[in-house]
């Protein structure tokens, strides 16, 4: 194997956080793959730009996705390199494995790829960085005869991720562990043979801190709540001020609804004006916690800034219990897809769409009703679209009250 | 020898076969938790169990011989039982308190890094870069290395007033949510694209590459069967290279980094809220940044000396005000931080009450 010159990246092995480069080069000792991936990057850092071509529409029979073709335009030169496409492996829901499971994992790809891994991509899959267009149906039929399927890509349902959940959270007002796995099952096709406008993420998160940062990058954001009263144990407020917190600066001060009291013995929470926010739970978590029904919000729409900016998730659905076998949120998910499929064009998001169409007819086409929840505050100018059947039924409402001689507003 | 015969659409394993036995036992049934180290969290069961968690540093971009020292560490130590975070680090789960000590010992022998919980910086979340991805204007692994070989006391030990959150995006495309970090960094381009006319015509479509455009600084160009880019529409996004190979954005002299703060994900105390850009460009400085570190490291450590306990990033300015921050910081307020795209109407003040 040829030994490359790498004095730039080389400096990226030194200092005490844990180096890419030192596990590249330890890939790149038995593997010419990845040995060629340390000399195509020092060449990189040494001209400031990057080599890899647009991605090339390479998979398994059968996928449109999971695979993600990448060619180097310097291939000549790094050979090893030349083909080095992508292989997302679907994790398991919370990113759990055994030692078993993960070495078999590492057993096959060191058969048939660079032995590189993003442990894991930014969506969540387990991704295999680097093989050959020849070595894939073999890899699929390794992974998958083993229970292992390809993840995501391109304009389907990328591959669901989820935070850790009741797996190890006291927090967690969902099995968003169980739901993720059940909606990843429940939607294998559109994951595999792309066929919406543009890609779809659905991110799953607990309760309001928001884990899996679902409310900044995913089309659907599935956020845990309830609606019952924060339960108060006033022996642990005690502790957790005898340990040095200053309960009125640190929790009653920073509650954002001002719902609470603290008179130096115990605690008070108005519940009917709390927002849920998770502070108070957060930093008291022995003394304070949620009871009662349990749930979701769910948010649609947020993604990064291209084309138009970036936004984050809007309410839609303030309260959805979640239960398996998850019915009424899998026909929801059908119903947006299903207008996102009539109204978007090529490469927009869902969130765009409903910024071109507007939220009424997002709303209406899956059958939400509007209410405040869903808004900061109501709209600023008096441009409104009034259909026939608007001023019907307010017409209407009018000839009621004329009927009953009082005011409805 | 031949191969196994391949299944379609079985989906993911079902996790909870990883799971180990005390969180299968106590699934959903967790009482309270409490941060043990900034590398250790011990959580309770209402059953009285007790799970420890020892969350340890990753680059993400790892070796399989790495993969399979961690599986070792977890067989000597949490019967074979791990994770990884979102956040890419990586967790032994251990469930008899006599291994904990042990495994912590193994971990400081073998040289990993314990750390990441609570109110320090954890690891970050970042893109492919230079090392796997077409489109990016900079190294994201390597400038993760650089910021972190130098924040490395605040995952490790040092204490901050709330969680710190770092991104690193190596384009504007920004997979991860570095929109929405306490401290990010996304790498942008700064010319206008050359286009290679012979090639636009054989391998691009005409409607999308003028759709691709958030400026409409595209439009036809019939004489080369190509387009034409209005040079003072253009800002440089890089979404039509996206969609039409031909068109050509990169430039190592010109390509560079934005940093952006104050956002956040969660909804705790205040809502989510995007990072906002204080400083528009430095230049690509491989293999170290230094320059990009040095200003990550001074917002960081001006955060520190004035946020109020529990204040994130985005929560301590809005408190403060923004011309506050600048002044605080001494970063230089320039023309690039007045949104002229999508967000003008939000953004800019509209009351004389403001600090000097």
Same mark, same amino acid.
């Given at each position: 194997?040829?030994?490359?010159?790498?004095?730039?990246?080389?400096? *990226?092995?030194?200092?005490? /956080?844990?180096?890419?480069?030192?596990?590249?080069?330890?890939?790149?000792?038995?593997?010419?793959?990845?040995?060629?991936?340390?000399?195509?990057?020092?060449?990189?850092?040494?001209?400031?730009?990057?080599?890899?071509?647009?991605?090339?529409?390479?998979?398994?029979?059968?996928?449109?996705?999971?695979?993600?073709?990448?060619?180097?335009?310097?291939?000549?030169?790094?050979?090893?390199?030349?083909?080095?496409?992508?292989?997302?492996?679907?994790?398991?829901?919370?990113?759990?494995?055994?030692?078993?499971?993960?070495?078999?994992?590492?057993?096959?790809?060191?058969?048939?790829?660079?032995?590189?891994?993003?442990?894991?991509?930014?969506?969540?899959?387990?991704?295999?960085?680097?093989?050959?267009?020849?070595?894939?149906?073999?890899?699929?039929?390794?992974?998958?005869?083993?229970?292992?399927?390809?993840?995501?890509?391109?304009?389907?349902?990328?591959?669901?991720?989820?935070?850790?959940?009741?797996?190890?959270?006291?927090?967690?007002?969902?099995?968003?562990?169980?739901?993720?796995?059940?909606?990843?099952?429940?939607?294998?096709?559109?994951?595999?043979?792309?066929?919406?406008?543009?890609?779809?993420?659905?991110?799953?998160?607990?309760?309001?801190?928001?884990?899996?940062?679902?409310?900044?990058?995913?089309?659907?954001?599935?956020?845990?709540?309830?609606?019952?009263?924060?339960?108060?144990?006033?022996?642990?407020?005690?502790?957790?001020?005898?340990?040095?917190?200053?309960?009125?600066?640190?929790?009653?001060?920073?509650?954002?609804?001002?719902?609470?009291?603290?008179?130096?013995?115990?605690?008070?929470?108005?519940?009917?004006?709390?927002?849920?926010?998770?502070?108070?739970?957060?930093?008291?978590?022995?003394?304070?916690?949620?009871?009662?029904?349990?749930?979701?919000?769910?948010?649609?729409?947020?993604?990064?800034?291209?084309?138009?900016?970036?936004?984050?998730?809007?309410?839609?659905?303030?309260?959805?219990?979640?239960?398996?076998?998850?019915?009424?949120?899998?026909?929801?998910?059908?119903?947006? +897809?299903? +207008? +996102?499929?009539?109204?978007?064009?090529?490469?927009?998001?869902?969130?765009?769409?409903?910024?071109?169409?507007?939220?009424?007819?997002?709303?209406?086409?899956?059958?939400?009703?509007?209410?405040?929840?869903?808004?900061?505050?109501?709209?600023?100018?008096?441009?409104?679209?009034?259909?026939?059947?608007?001023?019907?039924?307010?017409?209407?409402?009018?000839?009621?009250?004329?009927?009953?001689?009082?005011?409805?507003? | 020898?031949?191969?196994?015969?391949?299944?379609?659409?079985?989906?993911?394993?079902?996790?909870?076969?990883?799971?180990?036995?005390?969180?299968?036992?106590?699934?959903?049934? /967790?009482?309270?938790?409490?941060?043990?180290?900034?590398?250790?969290?011990?959580?309770?069961?209402?059953?009285?169990?007790?799970?420890?968690?020892?969350?340890?540093?990753?680059?993400?971009?790892?070796?399989?011989?790495?993969?399979?020292?961690?599986?070792?560490?977890?067989?000597?130590?949490?019967?074979?039982?791990?994770?990884?975070?979102?956040?890419?680090?990586?967790?032994?789960?251990?469930?008899?308190?006599?291994?904990?000590?042990?495994?912590?010992?193994?971990?400081?022998?073998?040289?990993?890094?314990?750390?990441?919980?609570?109110?320090?910086?954890?690891?970050?979340?970042?893109?492919?870069?230079?090392?796997?991805?077409?489109?990016?204007?900079?190294?994201?692994?390597? *400038?993760?290395?650089?910021?972190?070989?130098?924040?490395?006391?605040?995952?490790?030990?040092?204490? *901050?007033?709330?969680?710190?959150?770092?991104?690193?995006?190596?384009?504007?495309?920004?997979?991860?949510?570095?929109?929405?970090?306490?401290?990010?960094?996304?790498?942008?381009?700064?010319?206008?694209?050359?286009?290679?006319?012979?090639?636009?015509?054989?391998?691009?479509?005409?409607?999308?590459?003028?759709?691709?455009?958030?400026?409409?600084?595209?439009?036809?160009?019939?004489?080369?069967?190509?387009?034409?880019?209005?040079?003072?529409?253009?800002?440089?996004?890089?979404?039509?290279?996206?969609?039409?190979?031909?068109?050509?954005?990169?430039?190592?002299?010109?390509?560079?980094?934005?940093?952006?703060?104050?956002?956040?994900?969660?909804?705790?105390?205040?809502?989510?809220?995007?990072?906002?850009?204080?400083?528009?460009?430095?230049?690509?400085?491989?293999?170290?940044?230094?320059?990009?570190?040095?200003?990550?490291?001074?917002?960081?450590?001006?955060?520190?000396?004035?946020?109020?306990?529990?204040?994130?990033?985005?929560?301590?300015?809005?408190?403060?005000?923004?011309?506050?921050?600048?002044?605080?910081?001494?970063?230089?307020?320039?023309?690039?931080?007045?949104?002229?795209?999508?967000?003008?109407?939000?953004?800019?003040?509209?009351?004389?009450?403001?600090?000097?």
């Amino acid at each position: 194997m040829k030994k490359y010159s790498t004095p730039l990246i080389d400096e *990226l092995e030194k200092g005490p /956080w844990p180096s890419f480069v030192t596990e590249m080069k330890k890939a790149g000792k038995n593997n010419e793959m990845a040995n060629d991936a340390v000399g195509h990057l020092e060449k990189c850092y040494s001209t400031k730009m990057g080599y890899w071509k647009h991605g090339g529409i390479v998979g398994v029979l059968g996928y449109g996705g999971g695979v993600i073709g990448r060619y180097s335009e310097i291939g000549n030169e790094f050979p090893g390199a030349a083909h080095f496409h992508t292989v997302r492996i679907n994790q398991p829901s919370g990113f759990f494995y055994t030692s078993k499971a993960l070495k078999e994992i590492c057993d096959i790809w060191d058969k048939y790829g660079s032995g590189l891994t993003n442990m894991h991509g930014s969506t969540g899959d387990l991704v295999l960085l680097g093989t050959k267009t020849d070595a894939l149906e073999a890899i699929f039929a390794e992974y998958s005869s083993r229970g292992w399927d390809l993840g995501s890509s391109g304009s389907a349902l990328r591959t669901p991720s989820c935070c850790i959940g009741p797996g190890r959270c006291e927090w967690s007002n969902y099995d968003t562990l169980g739901l993720t796995y059940a909606l990843t099952q429940e939607f294998q096709d559109e994951m595999h043979r792309p066929s919406f406008s543009y890609k779809f993420k659905i991110k799953s998160s607990g309760c309001a801190c928001d884990c899996v940062a679902s409310l900044a990058r995913a089309d659907m954001s599935i956020i845990g709540t309830w609606k019952g009263d924060i339960l108060i144990d006033q022996a642990e407020v005690q502790n957790y001020a005898k340990n040095g917190m200053d309960i009125n600066e640190e929790i009653v001060g920073m509650c954002p609804t001002q719902c609470m009291s603290y008179d130096g013995k115990a605690m008070k929470i108005n519940n009917a004006e709390c927002s849920r926010c998770m502070h108070c739970i957060a930093k008291m978590t022995k003394a304070l916690r949620p009871s009662g029904e349990r749930g979701a919000t769910i948010c649609i729409g947020s993604k990064a800034p291209i084309v138009v900016g970036s936004l984050l998730s809007w309410v839609v659905v303030p309260f959805i219990k979640l239960e398996p076998p998850y019915t009424e949120l899998k026909e929801l998910i059908r119903n947006m +897809w299903d +207008w +996102w499929d009539e109204n978007g064009k090529p490469r927009e998001r869902i969130g765009e769409v409903i910024e071109v169409k507007g939220m009424r007819s997002f709303l209406e086409a899956i059958g939400v009703e509007p209410v405040p929840q869903q808004i900061k505050e109501p709209r600023k100018d008096p441009f409104m679209f009034y259909t026939e059947g608007d001023i019907a039924s307010y017409k209407a409402k009018e000839a009621e009250e004329k009927k009953t001689g009082k005011y409805k507003f | 020898m031949a191969l196994p015969q391949r299944k379609t659409d079985i989906g993911p394993p079902n996790f909870e076969q990883f799971l180990p036995p005390v969180i299968k036992k106590n699934y959903g049934k /967790w009482k309270y938790h409490e941060v043990l180290t900034p590398g250790t969290m011990v959580h309770v069961g209402e059953s009285g169990d007790k799970l420890w968690t020892v969350r340890v540093a990753s680059p993400r971009l790892i070796s399989t011989d790495t993969i399979r020292e961690h599986c070792d560490i977890a067989e000597k130590f949490c019967g074979g039982h791990l994770r990884y975070t979102t956040r890419n680090n990586v967790e032994f789960l251990v469930s008899d308190e006599k291994n904990l000590e042990p495994l912590k010992k193994d971990l400081t022998a073998r040289g990993f890094k314990m750390g990441g919980i609570g109110y320090g910086i954890s690891n970050v979340v970042h893109t492919q870069g230079w090392v796997h991805c077409h489109s990016a204007c900079t190294d994201a692994s390597g *400038l993760v290395k650089s910021m972190m070989d130098e924040l490395m006391p605040y995952f490790e030990s040092k204490r *901050l007033p709330n969680k710190l959150r770092l991104a690193v995006a190596c384009c504007v495309n920004m997979c991860g949510a570095v929109h929405c970090s306490d401290i990010a960094v996304v790498a942008v381009h700064t010319k206008v694209p050359t286009i290679n006319h012979e090639n636009f015509k054989n391998m691009c479509e005409l409607p999308t590459v003028i759709g691709s455009c958030p400026t409409r600084a595209i439009s036809p160009d019939p004489a080369n069967k190509s387009v034409k880019i209005n040079a003072d529409k253009c800002m440089f996004c890089g979404n039509c290279f996206t969609v039409c190979p031909p068109i050509s954005i990169k430039d190592p002299e010109r390509d560079g980094i934005a940093i952006v703060v104050g956002g956040k994900v969660s909804s705790l105390r205040t809502n989510p809220k995007f990072s906002k850009l204080v400083i528009p460009y430095i230049s690509n400085e491989p293999p170290r940044w230094p320059k990009a570190v040095a200003a990550i490291k001074h917002i960081v450590e001006v955060y520190a000396a004035n946020a109020r306990k529990h204040e994130r990033v985005g929560e301590w300015i809005e408190r403060i005000g923004w011309e506050r921050f600048f002044s605080l910081t001494g970063i230089e307020f320039t023309f690039h931080s007045i949104d002229d795209f999508t967000f003008m109407r939000d953004t800019l003040r509209t009351s004389p009450a403001f600090k000097w």
